[in-house]
């Protein structure tokens, strides 16, 4: 049963982070877990143990805990999260061998009722398994249907009636059919009364296991639905207490998190080297003043950058690691297309000026032409050359239609060339737009109120203004939520790395109530 992620699931974390940041309480327990010792509660992180070994028992409680805390944060965040069964294609070495097993499995069936007299220990057992499953359909309050199933599907007495043949199999799977059809969701009402037309017995068991599959699939989505809204209300200490069990079965669940905050330090330290003119390292053992949240908020930042394909995120990031990923390809992308757009203005502001809606029609034909931008196989200088090819179409069009001559060779050649020339590492243009992103993103994650108001977007995002606000939005809900539920866990991390054994405020981690 895979996972399935709608493509927005950012929307739907979006909205939960806001609601969660928007609830009083939340925020007053947020500002309290915070400003206490992380040794006061059950559920504050445990100090760092001495390396030790760790069991396998060990090993498979903490893939639970992290199995379970990941099943809840995606539930938590995700409306459009569900489950679905998954099926091996037919031609797949599983698929054939799920079918050569089964077909052996039901032609077997039907030998033993053919016999004479009939053989029905293997029906009997199916009968068995389907009251079982009809059972788990029930609410707790359901006892009189529970009864009337336990008694028409009583297994002791369907082998007594067996020992004197006297099964009455099609009218066992008629009352199964009967109660499915009470029990099921109104889309399975078409299968369950397909069963009712189906003559042959084996192939009537066969489907009313199908259809049962269904149903119980559909039940565990309800449930979900049902979860949801206990869920999250309780995010933040569901998942800060299953992280804690992680970190008490496997003491190294930091690692990467407490390498991810020193990456930064070493980078803030480095910058203020260069701001000195100090050479790095020229501090010794003492450290500048740094700012907890001012290294926190610049590690949350690197995630924008981040290589998901071969660099390992954060323990504590995991259950968001999807997430970051596509926000982090999509920002990408809007990123080609404001230096695309901020190039092609400063070459052409003249000509494009009296073009209607020149701006979003290039914005349109690169949306189409770097779609799947972050795919290996993917050619961004081919892209951005067919993108230039387009773009000195549309111009020349428009020219022509107003009756001015078209863009000389010399012209489009030289824009085409500086369209692909952004692939270049050091393209000032290029590190121009990227750094107007990186700002933006900074001042999101510093804004105490992104309902009420969202920060400026900075000059040349403008033709991706809408997008990038969006974007934004979503990442900085994903990062307020995760140092509402990790935020302990970071100033433990932070007080050791800056101030040894120092206390960290922690007041100052604690997410923006926006």
Not at 109 to 126: Q, T, W
Not at 310 to 339: F, H, N, V
């Amino acid at each position: 049963m895979p996972l399935n992620n709608e493509q927005n699931s950012d929307c739907d974390s979006s909205r939960f982070s806001e609601s969660t940041a928007s609830s009083s309480s939340d925020s007053e327990y947020s500002r309290q877990s915070f400003t206490s010792d992380s040794s006061s509660k059950p559920s504050s992180p445990a100090s760092t143990s001495p390396p030790q070994v760790v069991t396998f028992d060990e090993m498979m409680a903490a893939a639970r805990n992290l199995s379970n805390l990941t099943l809840a944060h995606e539930i938590a965040v995700n409306e459009n999260f569900y489950m679905e069964r998954t099926e091996h294609p037919q031609n797949s070495l599983p698929g054939r061998v799920k079918q050569i097993v089964h077909q052996a499995f039901w032609d077997r069936l039907e030998e033993d009722l053919n016999e004479d007299p009939p053989e029905y220990e293997h029906a009997i057992k199916l009968f068995e398994e389907i009251k079982e499953i009809l059972l788990s359909f029930l609410n707790p309050g359901a006892n009189r249907m529970r009864s009337q199933i336990c008694e028409v599907l009583d297994t002791d007495l369907i082998r007594q009636q067996a020992e004197h043949n006297a099964v009455d199999i099609q009218g066992l799977a008629n009352y199964v059919i009967s109660t499915m059809g009470k029990l099921c969701a109104p889309v399975r009402d078409d299968d369950v009364n397909k069963l009712k037309a189906t003559g042959d017995i084996v192939a009537l068991l066969r489907q009313i296991f199908r259809v049962l599959d269904l149903m119980t699939m559909d039940m565990v989505n309800f449930t979900i639905k049902n979860l949801r809204p206990h869920l999250q209300r309780n995010l933040v200490d569901y998942e800060r207490a299953k992280f804690q069990d992680i970190l008490e079965e496997t003491p190294n669940a930091l690692d990467l998190t407490t390498e991810w905050i020193r990456e930064s330090i070493q980078d803030e330290l480095s910058s203020v080297s260069c701001e000195m003119s100090l050479p790095p390292g020229a501090y010794g053992t003492s450290k500048p003043n740094l700012s907890p949240t001012l290294v926190l908020t610049n590690s949350y930042l690197k995630l924008l950058r981040w290589d998901y394909q071969t660099k390992a995120i954060p323990e504590t990031l995991m259950t968001d690691e999807g997430r970051l990923q596509e926000l982090s390809e999509k920002l990408y992308q809007l990123k080609i297309i404001a230096c695309i757009s901020l190039i092609t203005s400063n070459m052409l502001a003249a000509v494009i000026e009296g073009i209607p809606n020149f701006v979003e029609k290039q914005k349109s034909i690169a949306f189409v032409l770097l779609d799947g931008i972050n795919k290996k196989t993917f050619n961004l200088k081919d892209a951005l050359n067919a993108i230039g090819i387009q773009t000195c179409s549309e111009i020349n069009k428009s020219l022509t239609e107003r009756g001015f001559a078209p863009l000389n060779k010399e012209v489009e050649a030289n824009l085409v060339g500086q369209l692909c020339n952004i692939v270049d590492e050091d393209n000032p243009i290029s590190s121009l737009i990227d750094k107007r992103i990186h700002l933006y993103m900074k001042s999101l994650l510093a804004s105490p109120c992104l309902q009420k108001s969202m920060p400026a977007v900075p000059g040349g995002l403008a033709v991706v203004q809408a997008e990038i606000q969006t974007i934004g939005t979503q990442y900085a809900n994903i990062v307020n939520l995760n140092k509402q539920v990790y935020g302990p866990f970071y100033a433990n991390i932070l007080r050791k790395l800056l101030f040894g054994n120092a206390e960290v405020n922690k007041a100052e981690l604690a997410p923006p109530t926006n």
